[in-house]
């Protein structure tokens, strides 16, 4: 198992927003998988376990809601590991779009 790809994305929500935003948008990320896929997620507090299969992998993730933070875990299989920098990338850029505080906007 390879070390898993984190990502923190700091954010001016708070944990119930962001929550929420994460929640709102989880079922939308099979629209993104390649020839379909299947994903699972369960809460667990402010942590969000997904699950995500598709092509013949698994990709499995940690999902820690904080006030100003959310950081990710993702373990990739060794199949994907050498897209690990890509990836966080998406993540990254996806992620951010999804917490960004819009109210203090002109």
Not at 9 to 34: C, F, M, V, W, Y
């Amino acid at each position: 198992m390879s070390q898993p790809l984190v990502v923190d994305l700091p954010h001016s929500l708070g944990a119930a927003e962001a929550r929420r935003r994460i929640d709102r948008n989880i079922g939308k990320l099979t629209s993104h998988l390649p020839g379909g896929g299947n994903v699972d997620s369960r809460w667990e507090g402010d942590r969000l376990h997904l699950q995500v299969a598709a092509m013949g992998q698994q990709v499995t993730s940690k999902i820690d809601v904080q006030e100003r933070v959310v950081r990710l875990e993702v373990t990739l299989p060794p199949g994907l590991s050498f897209f690990g920098g890509m990836i966080e990338s998406v993540i990254r850029r996806q992620g951010e779009a999804m917490l960004e505080d819009k109210s203090s906007k002109a």
